[in-house]
T-cell receptor
Framework: KQEVTQIPAALSVPEGENLVLNCSFTDSAIYNLQWFRQDPGKGLTSLLLIQSSQREQTSGRLNASLDKSSGRSTLYIAASQPGDSATYLCAVRPISNNNDMRFGAGTRLTVKP | DAGITQSPRHKVTETGTPVTLRCHQTENHRYMYWYRQDPGHGLRLIHYSYGVKDTDKGEVSDGYSVSRSKTEDFLLTLESATSSQTSVYFC??????????????FGPGTRLTVL
């Protein structure tokens, strides 16, 4: 059974700092991995999707990497801003059932002004 | 904005009562999903649909049923609500023609409390 873990559960940083969020998964047989952002009381917003054949994806100040063989992904946020404060979730789409995405519990990020 | 709405947004009900949550989409996505989100568990898939009248179970389907009689609507029913079903429920869609199934778009969620 695919398990997805995100460490740390919460992170607080000063504005302007570069930071890395971690995601690990137990089964490397995945189609892709996706990073989402969730603001309090809201739904999820897709940030980046990395196909299993890719190593990284970039969007603005965000860069996500994927090391499928080791079961790890990182989300790098450059020059963090208070508006980046949110919960970040990663999810993997298993090859065994590509409609049953498995989510981590998320990392709650606070960026202090 | 993928044009996805959920109703109701908040509901308080009593143990043993039936509850139906509705997900409505406006952009003709093929796939629709129901998740629940609980502290410490992330999101877990309850049921999903891959077309009108075509549904399948997810990881935590016990105690839930779904129906999809039209492309745009996906209903989640709790036949007899229990306190363990207190949660935030999210609907998601994917599979717009020409775009594929990879990216899921989420609704705003329904907060359900079962007393």
């Amino acid at each position: 059974k695919q398990e997805v873990t995100q460490i740390p559960a919460a992170l607080s940083v000063p504005e302007g700092e570069n930071l890395v969020l971690n995601c690990s998964f137990t089964d490397s047989a995945i189609y892709n991995l996706q990073w989402f952002r969730q603001d309090p009381g809201k739904g999820l917003t897709s940030l980046l999707l990395i196909q299993s054949s890719q190593r990284e994806q970039t969007s603005g100040r965000l860069n996500a990497s994927l090391d499928k063989s080791s079961g790890r992904s990182t989300l790098y946020i450059a020059a963090s801003q208070p508006g980046d404060s949110a919960t970040y979730l990663c999810a993997v789409r298993p090859i065994s059932n590509n409609n049953d995405m498995r989510f981590g519990a998320g990392t709650r990020l606070t960026v202090k002004p | 904005d993928a044009g996805i709405t959920q109703s109701p947004r908040h509901k308080v009900t009593e143990t043993g009562t039936p509850v139906t949550l509705r997900c409505h989409q406006t952009e003709n996505h093929r796939y629709m999903y129901w998740y629940r989100q609980d502290p410490g568990h992330g999101l877990r898939l309850i049921h999903y649909s891959y077309g009108v009248k075509d549904t399948d179970k997810g990881e935590v389907s016990d105690g839930y049923s779904v129906s999809r009689s039209k492309t745009e609507d996906f209903l989640l029913t709790l036949e007899s609500a229990t306190s363990s079903q207190t949660s935030v429920y999210f609907c998601a869609i994917s599979g717009l023609a020409g775009v594929g199934t990879d990216t899921q778009y989420f609704g705003p969620g329904t907060r359900l409390t079962v007393l």
